[in-house]
């Protein structure tokens, strides 16, 4: 079984930055997707970023040039640093592995 747990989220004005941390245990014999997601009020949960086991990433749009998806394989880690931070980036974000979800992270970004 998978464990994942995410770190990382808080309150920020816009503009600022905050880094996520998702931190994985237990038994993952291969990852086929890492990705983060997020979940806003009253919304459906979206993609934010993906990275496969190539190092190839994928962004949503609107995440585009401020938010960047990185793994450290070693120490089963992934992170999302998110740069530029808009009101409307505000949700509850979770990592993903495969088909294991984290907790999740409340991430706040007052205007």
């Known amino acids: 079984q998978v464990q994942l747990v995410e770190s990382g989220g808080g309150w920020v004005q816009a503009g600022g930055s905050l880094r996520l941390s998702c931190a994985a245990s237990?038994?993952?014999?291969?990852?086929?997707?890492m990705g983060w997601y997020r979940q806003a009020p009253g919304k459906q949960r979206e993609l934010v970023a993906t990275i496969i086991s190539d190092g190839t990433t994928n962004y949503a749009d609107s995440v585009k040039g401020r938010f960047t998806i990185s793994r450290d394989n070693a120490k089963n880690m992934m992170y999302l640093q998110m740069n530029s931070l808009k009101p409307e980036d505000t949700a509850v974000y979770y990592c993903r592995i495969n088909l294991n979800w984290g907790q999740g992270t409340q991430v706040t970004v007052s205007s």
């Open positions: 237990g038994s993952i014999f291969r990852i086929f997707l």
